[in-house]
């Protein structure tokens, strides 16, 4: 592309994938993990502390809603702090925030419950910032013809933070203890001080901010260029004012807001939903321990993981919408088997717990479609805030889908409800709604992001009826197009 002088924002999705990018990837990959080692841990603390500490079911009940809570503020509010002040210091900011609340468990009194709870409440804040502007930027990061598969493949190992909790508990917890244990919580402030140093800020949210200057020198770095060579944005000459945008300019797509909270709240619910009651449920068919249980459940996790790799992959086949169909259809008619047949018996198995196999292919696989898509939906001025809701409106659904469960099977335990067996059928088929629920969200409301660049300042998103016009061939048009792209730029 040598110094011709082109647009800012054209000339960096043409940019090849070099150190930096994959460096960056692989700092957000790794904050993910540690974030979630984080928010899950305190699961095998709370087993330790509860009887030592003489807790009650409502103290446990705190302590474990507390980082809950905080994920919802904490994504609402730096959803918008984002998308004024810039992705990368909130970033930061978000996960050392996180890292320190976590390792500071190690330091509170024994018996003080209360500050357990605060600093769960942070940890939380801190999960819920973090998630709400590292997806925009990772999105804004990648170039328009690998950023379907690119975003969506970095969203698989999420599930190691979970599996590495769970690990450094049952291996290094009679060795360091629990407060050895919560200290290991300050391990996310490395990939926080190596973001700072070598992440560079979202170029489209510069542009997007009208700080061209500063957006024309990450350009040039990436080009390997003269600053001097590249020319202005499309969106306005350098310098231009761009007045901030308020909470409520959200609502003015309100399609997309319902969209995105139709499909977070349903995705969240059926999700929690099964692996709240669907251990509880096999035991009861099978008449075995938990922990037999336990280990069946293993291969429902790893069809979860290999799900994710699925929906990785496939988006940039046949689209995000489609799948985003796809993981919702999957839900409803897999799990609403499970809850008609789950008295039945296959391949000398419950019938129950063999649905739930081929199920969590799309209740946890989907999440690698539907996490960059959030993000992909909203202009870029509104991103960060976009994702923030996706993911309240995800923190409420494991909130208030336990409740949901628990007035259906008439349990007076709100937080975990009891499964039983006639409350089996009602409870599923509930969840297979949600999974319906998200399916006709993406059939009516949904919009197509594969092979198509970020809306800028100004930018309309096509409704569903102008994209199957526009793109003539369908999904292969948009395939065609983001192939178009990738020649003009193949990937160095």
């Known amino acids: 592309m040598g110094t011709e002088r082109q647009d800012l924002v054209a000339a960096y999705d043409r940019a090849p994938l070099d150190a ?29 502390l509860a009887p030592q500490w003489h807790l009650t079911f409502g103290q446990t009940s705190v302590i474990l809603l507390s980082a809950g809570v905080g994920a919802i503020v904490g994504s609402l509010a730096w959803g918008a702090l984002a998308d004024r002040f810039g992705r990368k210091t909130l970033l930061v900011a978000g996960v050392t925030l996180c890292a320190l609340s ?43 013809r690998h950023r379907t598969l690119v975003t969506s493949a970095t969203t698989i ?58 957006a024309r020198r990450i350009v040039a770095r990436a080009l390997k260029v003269s600053p001097d060579t590249l020319g202005e944005p499309q969106n306005g000459p350098a310098g231009t004012s761009v007045p901030s945008v308020g909470f409520s300019e959200r609502f003015r797509e309100p399609r997309l807001v319902v969209l995105t909270v139709i499909v977070w709240f349903g995705a969240s619910t059926a999700n929690y939903g099964v692996f709240l009651w669907g251990p ?15 280990h069946l459940f293993v291969v429902v996790s790893l069809t979860g993981m290999l799900g994710r790799a699925i929906f990785s992959f496939l988006p940039h086949w046949i689209g995000r919408r489609r799948c985003g169909e796809i993981m919702g259809y999957g839900i409803a008619l897999s799990l609403g088997a499970a809850a008609l047949f789950f008295d ?15 199920a969590a292919m799309f209740f946890d696989g989907g999440f690698s479609n539907i996490a960059p898509y959030s993000a992909e939906i909203f202009p870029v001025r509104l991103a ?45 088929l509930f969840l297979a709604g949600c999974g319906l629920a998200i399916g ?47 020649a003009r730029a193949p990937l160095s």
């Open 20 to 48: 930096r990018y994959f460096a960056t990837v692989g700092l957000t990959i790794a904050t993910s993990v540690f974030d979630y080692f984080d928010y899950y841990i305190v699961g095998f603390l709370v087993a330790v």
């Open 102 to 144: 976590s390792g500071s468990v190690s330091f509170i009194p024994d018996g003080a419950w209360i500050g357990f709870a605060l600093l769960r409440f942070f940890v939380g804040f801190g999960v819920g910032a973090a998630t709400s502007v590292l997806l925009p930027l990772i999105v804004e990061y990648t170039p328009t």
């Open 157 to 214: 190992p999420v599930s190691l933070g979970i599996l590495t909790a769970s690990l450094l508990a049952a291996t290094l917890l009679h060795q360091i203890g629990w407060r050895g244990l919560a200290a290991l919580g300050f391990i996310p402030l490395v990939p926080a001080v190596l973001i700072a140093l070598i992440v560079p800020e979202s170029v489209r949210w510069l542009v997007s901010r009208g700080r061209h200057a500063e």
């Open 280 to 294: 509880t449920i096999v035991a009861l068919l099978m008449g075995v321990s938990p922990s037999e249980v336990a």
């Open 344 to 358: 039945r018996t296959l391949f000398g198995y419950p019938a129950f717990l063999v649905l739930l196999i081929p």
């Open 384 to 428: 960060a805030r976009g994702v923030g809701l996706a993911q309240a409106a995800n923190g409420v659904g494991k909130i208030t889908g336990p409740l949901c469960l628990a007035l259906i099977a008439g349990a007076s335990n709100l937080i975990t409800p009891k499964a039983t067996i006639d409350a089996v059928t009602p409870a599923f």
């Open 440 to 486: 006709l969200a993406f059939s009516l409301l949904g919009v197509e992001t594969h092979g198509r660049p970020l809306a800028m300042e100004g930018d309309e998103r096509p409704s569903p009826a102008h994209i199957k016009e526009s793109t003539g061939t369908g999904e292969r048009g948009r395939i065609g197009e983001a192939e178009a792209v990738a």
